[in-house]
């Protein structure tokens, strides 16, 4: 059974950063996604970025890149999303995905599996 536990959020300032880590289980990351995604109030949720077989393919959202950075620690099946020079509008709450890469962009690929999200806010 897959399971994705997400930790990391919190409130910080604009142009702070903050580190996301989903902690996977029951997930081989030789053979699958694991995306992070966000929705703000209101709003759709949308792909952030992206990771696939055994971090050969990554993907970001045009929103994010320069910006946010994926990294895969293999030994504890957790992938973190290094957030920097954060701003308000990428308060949401985050959510992490896994499921075997199909085809395609990573961040358009099919996931079945999610975690329960973690909470970013930046104040102004």
């Known amino acids: 059974q897959v399971q994705l536990v997400e930790s990391g959020g919190g409130s910080v300032q604009a142009g702070g950063s903050l580190t996301l880590s989903c902690a996977a289980s029951?997930?081989?990351?030789?053979?699958?996604?694991v995306a992070w995604f966000r929705q703000a109030p209101e709003k759709e949720r949308d792909g952030v970025a992206a990771?696939?077989?055994?971090?050969?393919?990554?993907a970001y959202a045009d929103s994010v890149k320069g910006r946010f950075t994926l990294s895969v620690d293999n030994a504890t099946n957790t992938v973190s999303l290094q957030m920097n020079v954060l701003a308000p509008e990428d308060t949401a709450m985050y959510y992490c995905?896994?499921?075997?890469?199909?085809?395609?962009?990573?961040?358009?690929?099919?996931?079945?599996?999610w975690g329960q999200g973690t909470q970013v806010t930046v104040s102004a």
């Open positions: 995905a896994a499921d075997r890469y199909r085809s395609g962009s990573p961040l358009g690929n099919e996931y079945r599996y």
């Open positions: 029951g997930v081989s990351y030789m053979s699958t996604c």
């Open positions: 990771i696939c077989t055994g971090s050969r393919y990554t």
